[in-house]
């Protein structure tokens, strides 16, 4: 069970986690325990998550979503099992946390009045200065 929030909680019966061998160091351990874990959540299918929360998440990061809606955790880092759950467990939890709050809609503004003059006078000034620089003599 992971929770999100006091709101937010994923049952064990959503998460599927395989085991496998990880690969890097750990002498003949790595080559005879599975100890990495591959956590495996379906992002599109899961009720314990709200619909506007699906929505960010699968809009934010739709790339590292399979084609069924899941998205795949592995974790490896660890040369024990229980510690890759862990990790991977934690990882699904920051990503969920991150899309949590909905972004606050951008405001359309626009420059002040005071600002778009001072804006024109500037360029103005610097167009008049480059005329005076240039040479105009009518040979």
């Known amino acids: ?5 006091k709101n937010i909680v994923i049952t064990d019966n959503e998460l599927n986690e395989e085991f496998f061998h990880a690969s890097g ?6 080559n005879k325990v599975a100890t990495a874990v591959r956590l495996r959540f ?4 899961t009720s314990s998550l ?23 955790i592995e974790a490896q880092r ?4 229980m510690k890759n759950r862990e990790d991977a467990a934690q990882r699904l939890q920051a990503i969920i946390t991150k899309y949590l709050i909905p972004p606050k809609k951008r405001r359309k503004t ?19 200065l480059k005329k005076l620089r240039s040479s105009s003599h009518d040979d």
Not at 25 to 30: K, L, S, Y
């Open 50 to 72: 709200p619909p506007d929360l699906k929505q960010r998440l699968i809009n934010a990061i739709g790339s590292s979503i399979t084609t069924a809606g899941e998205l795949i």
């Open 42 to 45: 379906n992002i599109r299918d």
């Open 78 to 81: 660890y040369r024990t099992q």
């Open 25 to 30: 160091p750990g002498g003949q351990n790595v």
């Open 110 to 128: 626009k420059p002040t009045k005071g600002s778009v003059k001072r804006r024109l006078d500037s360029k103005k000034q610097r167009g008049s």
């Open 1 to 5: 069970m992971i929770r999100i929030s």
